[in-house]
């Protein structure tokens, strides 16, 4: 009997993968320290800190779903609490560089195996923060566009795998256009127009 399950163990072994993935880290140009579950050049890998135990929660009726601000249903997941609170939904935003700072809010705090990435208007975010037994987050995303975005934040685990998903505020960023005329000087006070010249008129005893 031995010796038939040794082969049979042996088979379930390959196909047991490792129950842990990797997340990175780097520093980018700008200096900003960067984290991704995607490996690259320079990277180093980041030690991860045992996943939090959620206990379950009952599933609410359809009818009793809690909705946001846009009167979506709140997607369940492992975190009784997702949610950007600042800015507020229908926001106006003032940045000239594009950059645009969220503050995101998670109960139970942020699991270390986890990742917080940004969804801007549809499209996940390459790089994201990793869990370090906080329950507030601050995300910066640099050099959005002007105009309206819709924005969610987002918990992926080490393998990018998207666990769950906050209910999405839209905010509206304001920026300087690089094709707006410049308007250099157009705050200095206008110039008082040059007196008349005087007719020439002739010196006294000039014979003139």
Known sequence: ???????????????????????????????HRVYSDQPRD???????????????????????RNQNSNNQPVSGGVYQELSITSPAHDSAIRSNEGDL???????????????LKLSIDGVLSQTGMPGTG?????LIAHNIDRGS??????VVDARGTELQRSPSITVHLQRTSLN????????????????????????????G
């Not at 030690?47 to 009793?64: A, C, F, I, M």
């Not at 700072?101 to 990742?115: M, Y």
Request: proline residues 16%; glycine residues 8%.
């Open 134 to 138: 906080a329950a507030v987050h601050q």
């Open 149 to 154: 975005h819709e924005i969610a934040a987002v």
């Open 42 to 64: 320079g990277a180093s890998p980041v030690e991860l800190k045992p996943t939090n135990v959620v206990p379950p929660t009952p599933t609410p009726r359809t009818s009793e």
């Open 101 to 115: 700072t969220l503050t995101v809010q998670t109960d139970p705090p942020l699991s270390g195996s986890h990742l």
């Open 180 to 207: 707006q005329p410049s308007r250099g000087g157009a705050n200095q006070a206008p110039r008082a127009p040059a007196a008349p010249r005087a007719p020439n008129v002739p010196r006294p005893g000039s014979g």
């Open 1 to 31: 009997m031995l010796r038939l399950l040794l082969p049979l163990l042996c088979a379930l072994g390959l196909f047991i993968g490792p129950a842990s993935a990797q997340i990175y880290s780097w520093t980018d140009a700008e200096g």
